[in-house]
């Protein structure tokens, strides 16, 4: 499967605990996005990455949330201290050299869970 | 806020029939405007996309309207099948941008 894939599907953890999830974009994508889905609603953008550089990052990363790329090509979004309300799907996105918001193909997603 | 507002939330269509999705925006700065069908357990994937400078795409069964005054943009899917049972999203972007901005989504059942 050459598509986007993340890595875990899913994540049980307590409140307080930090979390790790990794995607590994479509090869030759240098663009990668992260979103996060909570139930019932519509992704909602959370950073994006142009090879190793964070370009952009969204008012609903607090603090809490960092996202690295250091090699310009898997991603890490890291959630320290997690709460409840972090509770969602979160989805990475990769698209090629070029494009914009167009063209952007979407991992499986890790589904997290803060108990 | 929601930057894009989709209606309805659910949709049960029989077998046969047209399924109708809408979405309206504000920003006019928005001029790329996708949709995305997502099954449970799964990533959403582009569906269709449509920029202002056309009315209508049409790829198969499935068909974008677009209305730039009313700033308004709809999904048609005719002769919907039970595999089309989904969610749908509706999105808006600046194409020179990055980020795209989701509706809320509708969930469609489409019955035998």
């Known amino acids: 499967d050459t598509g986007v894939s993340q890595d875990p599907r899913h994540k049980i953890t307590k409140r307080g605990q930090n979390v790790t999830f990794r995607c590994d974009p479509i090869s030759e994508h240098n663009r990668l996005y992260w979103y996060r889905q909570t139930l019932g609603q519509g992704p909602e953008f959370l950073t994006y990455f142009q090879n190793e550089a964070q370009l952009e990052k969204s008012r609903l990363l607090s603090d809490r949330f960092s996202a690295e790329r250091p090699k310009g090509s898997f991603s890490t979004l890291e959630i320290q201290r997690t709460e409840q309300g972090d509770s969602a799907m979160y989805l990475c996105?990769?698209?090629?050299?070029?494009?914009?918001?167009?063209?952007?193909?979407f991992g499986p997603g890790t589904r997290l869970l803060v108990l | 806020q929601q930057q894009v507002k989709q209606s309805p939330q659910s949709l049960i269509v029989q077998k046969g029939g047209i399924s109708i999705i809408n979405c309206a925006y504000e920003n006019t700065a928005f001029d790329y405007f996708p949709w995305y069908q997502q099954f449970p357990g799964k990533g959403p994937a582009l569906l269709i996309a449509?920029?202002?400078?056309?009315s209508e795409k049409k790829e198969g069964r499935f068909t974008i309207s677009f209305n730039k005054s009313a700033k308004q943009f709809s999904l048609h899917i005719m002769d919907s099948q039970p595999g089309d049972s989904a969610t749908y999203f509706c999105a808006a972007s600046i194409n020179s941008g990055y980020a795209l901005n989701f509706g809320k989504g509708t969930s469609l059942l489409v019955t035998p």
């Open positions: 449509i920029r202002p400078d056309v």
């Open positions: 996105a990769s698209s090629p050299p070029g494009s914009g918001a167009e063209t952007q193909y």
